[in-house]
């Protein structure tokens, strides 16, 4: 286990009937204790991991449900093949009353195949299961989403959505790194990820500091946190974050929101674009077009462009939905040339 001395900060009095606003809107990672510990899914997983499978089989309606099965010697880590140009693990789309009897048939093994649902939607897969079972929230409506495996790591990431995640069965520890250790965690390709985003392509169980010698500069500004069945941490927007769960079964349940307006797009869609457009700019030009964009999305504020006359601002003007529309439609036009 790596060597990690800085704890997450834990708040000890958050109950999931009244999540504070600060929490909600921390821009560092918080341990959330006991803050799903009434839950009917917790209290039945302390009993038996059979309780907790069986309860959850209860909402589910039988469409199938993704899985990631992984051959032993990967050894619960959801990761590429060896040159990044696959994964070490099969995808199959299977009901999830296998995936939980898979589960409990290789408990006992020392060295079980690798057996991971990822991110699966609670309002379409396990209807009902949030009317027993969820966090209440004043002022954002979340995607609620649940994730089953047994003892899995999932490689460091990041999301853009702030995150509330919900160890319900099962212990899980995390480690979070700050945005800014983005180089130091030495992310794999952009287009080709297990989840969707870019992962580290370091190994937490066996970091090799002689290919990856700035990790260690991560380690030092890293957080971590073990997570008891009924704990929560909230993760926020672009944190880094290494996900290990501990025991056989591991249900983990979270929410994810944005604090943007949904009409705006995923910066992702933009950075892609650069890529095409200026990635491969001469140095004189990608330093002009840096400046610019200096000028309009970092540095800007109230007073970039006062001297505009406000009716000729066009798209420079506040961003609403009418105008994100009008954007957005220019972008694809200019696309489709």
């Not at 509330?164 to 800014?180: D, H, K, N, Y």
């Not at 006359?309 to 036009?333: F, H, M, Q, T, Y």
């Amino acid at each position: 286990m790596l060597d990690i001395n800085k704890k997450i900060k834990q708040i000890d009095s958050c109950g999931a009937q009244s999540i504070p606003s600060d929490v909600l809107t921390s821009s560092e990672p918080l341990v959330l204790k006991a803050l799903v510990a009434d839950w009917p899914l917790t209290k039945l997983g302390q009993e038996s991991s059979q309780k907790a499978s069986d309860y959850l089989l209860q909402f589910y309606k039988e469409t199938p449900v993704n899985v990631a099965l992984g051959d032993p010697s990967t050894q619960g880590r959801v990761f590429y093949n060896s040159d990044c140009t696959g994964f070490n693990y099969k995808s199959l789309r299977v009901n999830m009353k296998i995936l939980l009897n898979k589960l409990q048939e290789h408990s006992e093994e020392s060295s079980p195949p690798t057996i991971y649902m990822a991110s699966t939607m609670i309002d379409r897969w396990l209807p009902g299961f949030r009317k027993e079972n969820d966090l209440l929230f004043d002022s954002i409506d979340p995607l609620a989403s649940i994730w089953i495996g047994n003892r899995t790591r999932i490689a460091a990431h990041y999301d853009l959505p702030d995150n509330i995640a919900c160890s319900t069965v099962g212990r899980r520890r995390f480690t979070l790194f700050p945005p800014e250790q983005m180089d130091n965690l030495y992310p794999g390709p952009i287009d080709l990820a297990p989840g969707g985003q870019s992962i580290s392509l370091v190994d937490f169980h066996n970091p090799d500091f002689d290919k990856y010698p700035k990790f260690r500069h991560a380690l030092e500004a890293a957080q971590v946190a073990e997570l008891e069945p009924g704990d929560a941490v909230f993760i926020p927007s672009m944190w880094w974050h290494h996900v290990e769960s501990l025991d056989p079964l591991s249900v983990l349940v979270n929410y994810w929101w944005r604090q943007t307006p949904r009409y705006m797009s995923s910066p992702m869609n933009t950075l892609n674009h650069a890529l095409l457009t200026m990635r491969h700019l001469p140095p004189e030009q990608k330093a002009a077009w840096q400046n610019i964009f200096n000028r309009y999305i970092f540095d800007a504020d109230d007073q970039t462009h006062s001297h505009i006359p406000s009716e000729g601002l066009g798209i420079l003007g506040s961003l609403d939905e009418a105008l994100a529309k009008n954007i957005e439609s220019a972008v694809l036009s200019k696309l489709k040339r």
